[in-house]
């Protein structure tokens, strides 16, 4: 293992660390009691089975994620299909994403996350020779994304869904997807888009409220009012680590999707930008570890699209946190409270490492 592989792995393995230790402090309630505890040890239980998964993924040699690629993909798809039907999936406030068992769920919609770029790579990799062409090249290798949205879309998750469609677009156009295909797909995209969050008024609801912010600070909905004043709070050091007072039943989702915020008032401007700090190192050791792969590859294309992915998702998050994009929610890869968000970036990170070491050894060895 070369020294940035090392690095790379070190610095994932701080940011969990990190989300440990923050998960702990954001679950502290105004009155203290085992619940602060049953968060931390499950959250434990998600660390220990995201590590499991990422060690298993990155035995696997690198060349065998192309052949997985179509198993794994109909498999989630099924699972994605299965949370719909009545008495299978769980209906939680209205939406129907989770498998439930006892005081576990899973959210078969993160799990394509990994095997929907995957799968994309691989039918683009085999039909390199015709992507260009308007027949050949378009549905057979888009198919997969008027799959899976729809049925995402179905939930009703539109943020997740837009997140897969953006994660399906980024693996297309690396992959070498000819850009008047991304034109002729936005000319059904955007109005279909617009109509879904029409037709959801609470969908609305959140875009107006995010204007508001802006525009009228009363107005603004309470989450990102106590969002921001949570950040606010913190100033350039923070009020110390555990010593929050936002997070005691002020700040919804405080050891979630806004642990951003409470990373902001208790370790401040200077804490929120080390976090920043440490996830752009992740990404740029990330890119470089991808330089001795050949361009144009399934190997390099799957293994850019999972990292790109999985910063994108932290960009998001920081993003919604700071008021910056309408609310969303979405967690914080790697530090907020673990779920199958959890795990599967850490499966995303073990594929990734998969991708990039084994490709890089077997052309080496195929050289010699």
Request: hydrophobic share 55%.
């Amino acid at each position: 293992m070369n020294s940035e592989r090392k690095l790379f792995t070190s610095l994932v393995g701080v940011l969990l660390g990190f989300g440990i230790l923050m998960v702990h402090s954001a679950s502290i309630t105004s009155r203290p009691s085992e619940v602060e505890e049953v968060f931390l040890s499950r959250h434990l239980v998600f660390v220990g089975i995201g590590v499991l998964a990422a060690l298993a993924a990155g035995l696997i040699p690198g060349r065998f994620w192309g052949r997985l690629a179509p198993w794994l993909f109909w498999g989630s798809f099924l699972l994605l299909v299965m949370v719909l039907v009545p008495g299978v999936g769980s209906t939680v406030n209205g939406a129907r994403r989770w498998f439930r068992y006892g005081s576990l769920s899973g959210q078969p919609s993160e799990l394509m996350k990994i095997t929907l770029p995957l799968f994309i790579c691989a039918l683009a990799s085999h039909r390199r020779s015709v992507l260009a062409t308007w027949i050949r090249g378009t549905l057979p290798v888009a198919f997969p994304l008027l799959l899976v949205v729809p049925v995402v879309m179905l939930e009703p998750d539109l943020g997740t869904a837009l997140f897969l469609a953006t994660t399906g677009a980024i693996a297309l156009f690396v992959s070498g997807w000819p850009v008047r295909n991304f034109l002729l797909a936005a000319l059904p995209a955007i109005p279909a888009v617009v109509i879904a969050v029409m037709h959801r008024p609470y969908q609305m609801q959140r875009i107006s409220g995010f204007l508001e912010t802006w525009a009228d600070w009363t107005q603004a909905p309470y989450h990102l009012k106590q969002s921001l004043v949570t950040l606010g709070a913190g100033g350039i050091w923070g009020v110390g680590l555990g010593k929050g007072f936002q997070k005691l039943s002020f700040l919804p989702e405080a050891n979630t999707d806004f642990v951003f915020a409470v990373i902001g008032e208790e370790l401040g401007l200077l804490g929120a930008l080390t976090v920043v700090g440490l996830w752009l190192a992740v990404y740029i050791l990330g890119l470089r570890l991808l330089r001795p792969l050949e361009r144009n590859t399934f190997s390099y294309n799957a293994a850019f699209v999972l990292l790109t992915q999985l910063v994108f998702q932290v960009a998001l998050n920081v993003a919604v946190v700071t008021a910056m994009v309408p609310p969303k929610g979405i967690p914080h890869p790697l530090i907020s409270y673990g779920g199958s968000n959890l795990v599967t970036s850490l499966l995303a990170v073990g594929v990734f490492l998969s991708l990039t070491r084994n490709s890089a050894s077997d052309r080496a060895t195929s050289a010699l």
